[in-house]
């Protein structure tokens, strides 16, 4: 008698196939056995032509070739208007180097305008951590094929397929937990972009259930060749190499139509109404743009990378403690992550004892999206204000989601706090890709500039007391018997805020882990 289809023989050999299909899914390929990797190269001069030669060259005329012109990106829309700005107006070189690059809308916009830009000629190089490449590997090898770009990866696994990729995680968890959090742009040699936004979405205002309040600094002048010494470090790493190691083969036919395909999708997205779909002249918005720059000389500063397998030279970290320490009066810190340990509460402790008013916002609970990286800030939140810091935490509903954050028609339901920046007497401004966490000061590797301006600080400063106020952050305080409570423009409470019992359970639960991780 022939077997039911409900046999347990036909299921147990259905399930077998099943999970047969899916472990070739998550096989992928792999790199090619003897990866090649690539003589030492660099950018180009800087141009001497176009829109970011003009704006460059007006700034050294009128204020020194050792100075540089500034503006904060700090509102969504504008920290993507220009960078497409930039993008738009190279005429030699594009450098991007980025933490996370999604395949989204935003994503696929800025990757659309670099394949438009290397088509009319610019020599275009991107590095991207291999953290989320995931299933991306053949459109990787064919935009590293493209004649213009050149694409290289960060700590690339080996195994490009999900399963082979965590067993490898597994086998070399010491090489592969270092990450590159870098996030830079440099166009032309002459203006660049540097700061806390990867590119995706909810970067920029366009996430669907919550998007992340940032900051970048765009400048030109001097600083972008700093930046262009950072991406040059990185791009003759050994840590990094060419997407043509890849081992697939060519498909002309997939990146033709897959580059058609994606400009088209773009065309009709509404999610960026706001933004122009193809290349613009930028002439008039970076012409009203210059007389509002805010001049300063610059210092860029980014962790070292020695052979593969050593240890990353820490740069950023060693230099943030002293330059906040020559703050005077006054220090702003916004800092999306903080795991302070023992020395960074006495080192507040010794500002304020110097007569220094500190000031830092962070995230609550309610904005986080790591929340075990809250369930370790969480046992320092007295000892800041018992060293005389006053200290803030995002509001899940804070004022600036609709002012700032979000970009119609998305409508993110609350805000991250996702920017890395401090200020010391309204003059000396950090921005940069580093929390104030132990995988920034140990793992990952991460960039920032240092920038004195006193009008730039200013700018600075009063942002940053924007998103101090009541309608944006919670007023964290301990009351007379020592317990903590938190005030905002609207109410009291006695325990961390927090946007549902799911977040205070992940907040117990990784109070467990080993911190490190985090």
Not at 144 to 151: A, K, S
Not at 161 to 177: S, W
Not at 495 to 503: C, L, S, Y
Request: glycine share 8%; proline share 6%.
């Amino acid at each position: 008698m022939a077997p039911s289809f409900r046999s347990p023989g036909i299921v147990k050999a259905g399930y077998a196939m099943v999970l047969v299909l899916l472990l070739q899914a998550c096989a992928g390929p792999s790199l090619k056995e003897d990866p090649v990797r690539d003589p030492p190269s660099y950018a180009p001069p800087p141009a001497t032509s176009g829109l970011l030669f003009e704006m460059a060259d007006a700034v050294a005329r009128e204020h020194g070739e050792d100075r540089s012109g500034f503006h904060l990106l700090d509102g969504s829309e504008e920290a993507l208007r220009w960078r497409l700005a930039l993008m738009d107006s190279a005429v030699s070189s594009l450098a991007v180097q980025t933490y996370l690059w999604y395949p989204d809308a935003t994503g696929k916009m800025i990757l659309d305008r670099a394949i438009h830009a290397a088509d009319r000629g610019v020599q275009v190089r991107l590095i991207i951590d291999d953290l989320l490449t995931i299933g991306l590997d053949q459109a990787l090898l064919e935009i590293d094929r493209h004649p213009n770009i050149e694409l290289r990866l960060f700590n690339a696994w080996r195994e490009r397929g999900l399963l082979p990729r965590a067993g490898e995680m597994i086998k070399e968890l010491e090489r592969l937990n270092t990450r590159m959090h870098d996030k830079v742009m440099v166009v032309d040699g002459r203006a660049m972009v540097i700061g806390g936004r990867n590119l995706g979405d909810h970067y920029f205002g366009l996430g669907e259930k919550f998007s992340f309040h940032d900051l970048d600094v765009m400048g030109f002048g001097v600083v972008a060749q700093q930046v262009e010494d950072l991406f040059d470090h990185y791009w003759n790493s050994d840590w990094v190499l060419s997407a043509s190691n890849i081992d697939l083969d060519p498909d002309p036919d997939y990146a033709r139509n897959a580059i058609v395909e994606m400009h088209e999708e773009l065309l009709g997205t509404p999610l960026l109404a706001a933004f122009p779909r193809e290349p613009t002249d930028w002439t008039a918005d970076l012409e009203d743009l210059l007389p509002t720059l805010a001049i300063g000389p610059s210092k860029v500063v980014y962790d070292m990378t020695p052979g593969v397998g050593e240890t990353i030279g820490q740069e950023v970290a060693a230099s943030l403690f002293p330059a906040m320490g020559k703050a005077q009066e006054e220090l702003l810190v916004t800092n999306a992550y903080i795991i302070p340990d023992t020395p960074g509460i006495e080192f507040v402790t010794g500002l304020v004892d110097r007569g220094v008013r500190v000031r830092i916002l962070t995230n609550s609970l309610s904005t986080h999206d790591v929340p075990a990286v809250n369930a370790h800030y969480r046992p320092w939140r007295d000892d800041f204000i018992r060293a005389g810091a006053e200290l803030y935490e995002l509001r899940a509903d804070a004022a600036i989601m609709e002012e700032v954050v979000n970009l119609p028609p998305a409508e993110g339901q609350f805000p991250g706090l996702h920017t890395k920046a401090f200020v010391a007497d309204r003059e000396l401004v950090f921005i940069g890709s580093m929390n104030f966490d132990p995988r920034s000061i140990n793992l990952n590797t991460e960039d920032g500039v240092y920038i004195r301006s006193p009008e730039l600080g200013e700018r600075l400063a009063l942002l940053m007391e924007r998103n101090m106020l009541p309608e944006n952050a919670w007023r964290v305080q301990l009351d007379d018997d020592g317990k903590l409570y938190w005030t905002n423009s609207d109410e009291r409470v006695d325990r961390q805020p927090a946007r549902g019992w799911t977040q205070r359970v992940a907040d117990w639960f990784f109070q467990f882990f080993p911190k490190d991780l985090y």
